[in-house]
């Protein structure tokens, strides 16, 4: 019977959502996260009987026919991109972005990751690092007799010294633009990297070419909707439940069969 792999598609599928679901509340509370949504779409078809066939001598057509489906399959695992509400740290190298762009950061191999992460801090040299301790491009160095530190919307950097009124510019920090964010690849601890799905990066400072702004003392909270997640862990639940049901009735189907004498 065709309708144990077709519920076994459905329950495989209704797992898939489930474990995405745990992941997404799982993370409720990690700075700058959004949310996955698994997107699903259905097997190739048994034509048993095609539409448009010739059913009879006199030229009748068939104006449906008979499709059966072969069952469901996982085809993607979508990223929301909506922003997360800023929250306050008051502390100088907190950094939000208040719209679209990503931070970029140097990882130990050469390669640029990409984060909305702005929980930055300052290494034992007085590089500006992520809380992983990779450093942010372009590499700005904080000076150890600095008082205090000032961020502006466009990303300059200002230090303030004892002996002096103004500030003094350490650099600039830039955000990098994608024409497709979906696509890019997360390899975990809040970073990305470019894919050819994602497209290049466009780099620019803050405010320019459409890309976000920063906000000194604030972080980015996760996007995750507590009560959605938990409806539709109850949605997935009640679906794999029915899968199961469907199972289960062509189990009792065939023990009839085996039956019949």
């Known amino acids: 019977m065709r309708a144990l792999s ?11 959502r489930v474990e995405t679901i745990s992941n997404n509340l799982a993370n409720m509370n990690t700075t700058g996260y959004n949310p996955r949504r698994i997107e699903f779409t259905d097997l190739l ?20 026919g008979i499709q059966l489906g072969m069952g469901v399959r996982p085809v993607a695992v979508s990223i929301n991109l909506s922003q997360g509400a800023l929250s306050e740290t008051g502390q100088d190298l907190d950094i939000a972005i208040e719209g679209t762009g990503y931070l970029e950061v140097t990882l130990p191999s050469g390669q640029t990751a990409y984060t909305r992460d702005g929980s930055l801090k300052r290494s034992p040299e007085g590089v500006i690092v992520t809380s992983e301790g990779y450093p942010v491009s372009p590499e700005i160095v904080i000076p150890n ?15 303030y010294f004892s002996d002096a009124v103004e500030g003094q510019l350490l650099g600039q920090l830039v955000l990098a633009g994608f024409t497709n964010p979906k696509g890019l690849e997360a390899m975990g601890s809040n970073l990305f990297t470019e894919t050819e799905a994602s497209g290049p990066p466009l780099v620019s400072s803050p405010g320019e ?32 439940e029915m899968n199961a049901k469907v199972l289960s009735a062509v189990d009792q189907m065939l023990g009839t069969t085996t039956q019949v004498r």
């Open 45 to 64: 078809y048994q034509q048993i009987s095609r539409a448009g066939t010739v059913n009879a001598a006199d030229g009748t057509v068939l104006p449906t």
């Open 209 to 240: 070419d459409g890309l976000g702004v920063l906000r000194q003392g604030y972080l980015e909270d996760s996007s995750v909707d507590a009560v959605r997640e938990v409806t539709e862990l109850i949605e997935a639940q009640r679906g794999y």
């Open 145 to 159: 007799d600095a008082r205090s530190i000032s961020i502006n919307a466009a990303g300059e950097v200002y230090a």
């Open 6 to 16: 077709i519920a076994a598609t459905g329950m495989s599928a209704q797992q898939l």
